[in-house]
């Protein structure tokens, strides 16, 4: 079956510092997302994105965040001053459809440990 | 904002038992998905239920879409090893398609 990947699988960085988190969504698919997950805490929405553009943003998207698909294949997310709270594994997912047939296919995800 | 509360946050059972998991909206949803999520794994999607009252089943699950589109369960008959993980429902509202809401989660653990 295909898959989402995501690089790094882990990245540690100093508070402050800006990261990227990149993804390869499935090929064919049209919807992108991120969402994140706080260990043992429930995952978490963040962001979608279709047609070049942010479909809509939780609360927690606030400025320090932003997303980019730069070339065909990449989907990117940027936090640009992270803070101890980012600590979280973030997941990748693509669709194709939206609606009544749509499903998530989630990534691996990346650990994010900021410290 | 849209709350999805889901319970048991845990169950133990031995295998062969059955195992279900509840989840209850606080708004009316336009459907809901289930994903499991293996220890140290990602989601997964099992399935998603639109229509009011649907019941879908796979193998052993078995999903139910409340008649008022606001609450769900999943039952698992005869669980085995293989079913260890954390159950997860998701619920979506209006058009807002692909911006999941979800559970806290179901872990589920099974003794030999």
């Known amino acids: 079956e295909p898959e989402v990947t995501q690089t790094p699988s882990h990245q540690v960085t100093q508070m402050g510092q800006e990261v990227i988190l990149r993804c390869v969504p499935i090929?064919?698919?049209?919807?992108f997302y991120w969402y994140r997950q706080i260990l043992g805490q429930k995952v978490e929405f963040l962001v979608s994105f279709y047609n070049n553009e942010i479909s809509e943003k939780s609360e927690i998207f606030d400025d320090q965040f932003s997303v980019e698909r730069p070339d065909g294949s990449n989907f990117t997310l940027k936090i640009r001053s992270t803070k101890l709270e980012d600590s979280a594994m973030y997941f990748c997912a693509s669709s194709d459809l939206l609606g009544s047939n749509e499903k998530l296919f989630f990534g691996s995800g990346t650990q994010l440990s900021v410290l | 904002g849209q709350q999805v509360m889901q319970i048991p946050q845990y169950q133990h059972v031995q295998e062969g038992e059955d195992f279900t998991t509840y989840c209850n909206s606080s708004t009316t949803l336009s459907n809901i998905q289930w994903y499991k999520q293996r220890p140290g794994g990602h989601p997964v999607f099992l399935i998603q239920?639109?229509?009011?009252?649907e019941v879908k089943k796979q193998k052993r699950l078995t999903f139910q879409f409340g008649e008022a589109k606001k609450n769900s369960s999943l039952h698992i008959t005869a669980t085995q090893t293989t079913d260890v993980g954390t159950y997860f429902c998701?619920?979506?509202?209006?058009?807002?398609?692909?911006?999941?809401?979800f559970g806290q989660g179901t872990i589920l653990t099974v003794h030999p």
């Open positions: 090929s064919n698919h049209l919807y």
């Open positions: 998701a619920g979506t509202r209006g058009t807002s398609y692909g911006k999941l809401t």
């Open positions: 239920l639109v229509k009011s009252g």
